[in-house]
């Protein structure tokens, strides 16, 4: 298994600005995802993130507005630029140790964008 | 869109009954997972169920999977005040490098 966490857990930010999240895994993994989770709503997935390599987007997500990095096999970070009021969100990384097994998942951290 | 769909959308029980949550799904998988989201938290696995598995149990959960109708059933029987929670199912579609969530159950056990 694999503890994920997140920081920071939450946040309130002003319309324009970026905020960077990270996630720190406690063990090496294979993959890393990112995904948003609106209120009350199933989770969207943005981006997977790859090691050593630009993040794989999904249809609707752009590098310029999220991107992503991966440094290494146990931390990644996303950034939510430009924000708006529409990406008030929690936001949740989760990673998986091989294949598509099971995902294990962070906390989350809840966007609010006045 | 999404690749499943859940229903009921919620559900509320007396404690001590069970409950049935149903998922279902477009294309062909490789597994399917449920998982248990609490309120404002991370989602926590509950099982993974393979495409050539049709019955999976875990202590009180039981997870049937029909490929030819495209559905999956999550059965937690004698349920819980502390079952509270969403639960989601997710697939690991073939070919597609990552997991898609259904729209998930809100579950309420009363005591």
């Known amino acids: ?114 | 869109s999404q690749q499943g769909e859940e229903d009921p959308q919620a559900l509320s029980i007396q404690e001590g009954e069970n409950a049935t949550m149903n998922c279902s799904y477009k294309t062909s998988i490789n597994n399917l997972q449920w998982y248990r989201q609490n309120s404002g938290r991370g989602l926590v696995h509950l099982i993974l169920i393979r495409s050539n598995e049709r019955e999976k149990h875990s202590g009180r959960l039981r997870v049937t999977l029909d490929t030819s109708k495209k559905s999956s059933s999550l059965l937690i029987t004698a349920s819980r005040a502390a079952d509270t929670a969403s639960y989601f199912c997710a697939t690991d579609p073939q070919g597609a490098q990552k997991l898609v969530f259904g729209q998930g159950t809100r579950l309420t056990i009363n005591p």
């Open chain 1, 1 to 114: 298994s694999a503890v994920i966490s997140q920081k920071p857990s939450r946040d309130i930010c002003q319309r324009g600005t970026s905020l960077t999240i990270q996630c720190q895994v406690d063990s090496q993994v294979t993959m890393m995802f990112w995904y948003r989770q609106q209120p009350g709503q199933s989770l969207t997935l943005i981006a997977t993130a790859n090691q050593g390599s630009e993040a794989t987007y999904e249809s609707g997500f752009v590098i310029d507005k999220f991107p992503i990095s991966r440094p290494n096999l146990t931390f990644s970070t996303l950034t939510v630029s430009n924000m708006s009021p529409e990406d008030s969100s929690i936001y949740l990384c989760s990673a998986a140790l091989g294949g598509f097994n099971e995902q294990f998942f962070g906390p989350g951290t809840r966007l609010t964008v006045l």
